[in-house]
């Protein structure tokens, strides 16, 4: 009798179970519907300033983010990507533009994409910006999570990682500003304190990279918002490349190379000179987290995770052919000092 009362109480317990548990066969349970195959599912907010100064942030943004996501997904089991975008500037006091945009997630990636290629840096001018405005409308305001749908019926999906981008290079207002405007804070009341704690409520890990431009201050807040997060920083590393090698070696048919280059050549950073655009870690950086995050719900990639910054950038993409390893000393050729440290200079962001 006590064995048949124990299986009854058991039968009761697994009734009332959530519908929906993660097993170990490859694939969600739902006692209604059967199997549904288990896919890691990430949802990827990138939070951008687009104020006059991040010019070659967006465009490694515009020109790295499919490749990314081709690159994330080539795992196993393949994850699915949802991918939404937030960019801000500042408010009506310090820009008549707009005060941020708003993408929702998505997978579809030519709409993503779509959005993202009219992205245009301008305005600012000022040190800080509306970072804390930009970071709460992706917390607050996106559709984070899953529904999978199985023969007409919503099944709320286990697991789901919620990650964010934050990429600028200014503080938010009112923090170590001189910023006359606004030096008390965001107008609207948000401040990055409260863009933590509510990431942190929701199970969102912030990813921060800034810009050469930011100031001490800003680097303080951009490093808090990571490491309270779960995620971490970078500083991006910028170097010169010739504007048109640029797109073809990002896989760009020639049509596009043309028309891409020709519009980069209008951006601020564009050196008539050496016909050289900036470009930078960014890209790196956010693949190799995104992986990182990947591999943390249980996916393989064939290729390594290189997850170091300071293997990002090879000595020779800034001094070209003018450093080689030398086998025997008699056979060296006499080295051109002018012509190395001028390579150099050439492509060192300060020097400009």
């Given at each position: 009798?006590?064995?048949?009362?124990?299986?009854?109480?058991?039968?009761?317990i697994m009734s009332i179970l959530?519908?929906?548990?993660?097993?170990?066969?490859?694939?969600?349970?739902?006692?209604?519907?059967?199997?549904?195959?288990?896919?890691?599912?990430?949802?990827?907010?990138?939070?951008?300033?687009?104020?006059?100064?991040?010019?070659?942030?967006?465009r490694t943004v515009q020109t790295?983010?499919?490749?990314?996501?081709?690159?994330?997904?080539?795992?196993?089991?393949?994850?699915?990507?949802?991918?939404?975008?937030?960019?801000?500037?500042?408010?009506?006091?310090?820009?008549?533009?707009?005060?941020?945009?708003?993408?929702?997630?998505?997978?579809?990636?030519?709409?993503?994409?779509?959005?993202?290629?009219?992205?245009?840096?301008?305005?600012?001018?000022?040190?800080?910006?509306?970072?804390?405005?930009?970071?709460?409308?992706?917390?607050?305001?996106?559709?984070?999570?899953?529904?999978?749908?199985?023969?007409?019926?919503?099944?709320?999906?286990?697991?789901?990682?919620?990650?964010?981008?934050?990429?600028?290079?200014a503080a938010p207002h009112g923090?170590?500003?001189?910023?006359?405007?606004?030096?008390?804070?965001?107008?609207?009341?948000?401040?990055?304190?409260?863009?933590?704690?509510?990431?942190?409520?929701?199970?969102?890990?912030?990813?921060?990279?800034?810009?050469?431009?930011?100031?001490?201050?800003?680097?303080?807040?951009?490093?808090?918002?990571?490491?309270?997060?779960?995620?971490?920083?970078?500083?991006?590393?910028?170097?010169?490349?010739?504007?048109?090698?640029?797109?073809?070696?990002?896989?760009?048919?020639?049509?596009?190379?043309?028309?891409?280059?020709?519009?980069?050549?209008?951006?601020?950073?564009?050196?008539?000179?050496?016909?050289?655009?900036?470009?930078?870690?960014?890209?790196?950086?956010?693949?190799?987290?995104?992986?990182?995050?990947?591999?943390?719900?249980?996916?393989?990639?064939?290729?390594?995770?290189?997850?170091?910054?300071?293997?990002?950038?090879?000595?020779?993409?800034?001094?070209?052919?003018?450093?080689?390893?030398?086998?025997?000393?008699?056979?060296?050729?006499?080295?051109?000092?002018?012509?190395?440290?001028?390579?150099?200079?050439?492509?060192?962001?300060?020097?400009?």
């Amino acid at each position: 009798m006590k064995v048949i009362s124990l299986l009854m109480a058991l039968l009761v317990i697994m009734s009332i179970l959530p519908i929906v548990s993660a097993d170990d066969v490859g694939c969600v349970q739902n006692q209604d519907v059967g199997c549904v195959q288990y896919q890691p599912r990430i949802d990827v907010v990138f939070v951008i300033d687009s104020t006059g100064s991040m010019a070659d942030e967006i465009r490694t943004v515009q020109t790295h983010l499919t490749k990314i996501i081709k690159e994330v997904e080539n795992g196993q089991p393949r994850p699915y990507l949802r991918v939404g975008l937030v960019t801000y500037r500042d408010h009506e006091l310090e820009e008549s533009g707009y005060l941020y945009r708003k993408f929702d997630l998505t997978d579809n990636t030519n709409k993503i994409m779509n959005f993202i290629w009219e992205i245009e840096a301008s305005g600012g001018g000022d040190l800080p910006e509306a970072v804390a405005d930009g970071l709460d409308v992706a917390i607050n305001q996106m559709d984070w999570g899953y529904t999978v749908y199985n023969q007409n019926q919503a099944i709320s999906y286990p697991e789901t990682k919620r990650i964010i981008f934050l990429i600028g290079d200014a503080a938010p207002h009112g923090e170590g500003s001189t910023d006359r405007s606004y030096a008390q804070g965001c107008p609207d009341g948000h401040s990055h304190k409260q863009n933590i704690e509510d990431a942190r409520n929701k199970g969102i890990v912030i990813y921060t990279a800034s810009g050469s431009g930011i100031d001490s201050v800003g680097v303080n807040i951009f490093r808090q918002i990571a490491s309270l997060t779960g995620g971490s920083y970078t500083q991006l590393s910028y170097m010169r490349q010739d504007v048109e090698q640029y797109y073809r070696d990002e896989g760009f048919a020639e049509e596009q190379v043309k028309t891409y280059a020709t519009e980069a050549k209008k951006s601020p950073d564009y050196d008539k000179k050496t016909n050289s655009i900036l470009t930078n870690t960014l890209g790196v950086f956010a693949k190799a987290s995104m992986q990182a995050e990947a591999m943390d719900m249980g996916v393989e990639y064939d290729e390594p995770v290189d997850d170091n910054p300071d293997d990002w950038i090879d000595v020779t993409d800034i001094t070209g052919d003018s450093v080689v390893e030398i086998e025997d000393e008699e056979e060296a050729p006499k080295v051109d000092l002018y012509g190395f440290f001028k390579g150099i200079f050439d492509k060192l962001v300060f020097w400009r």
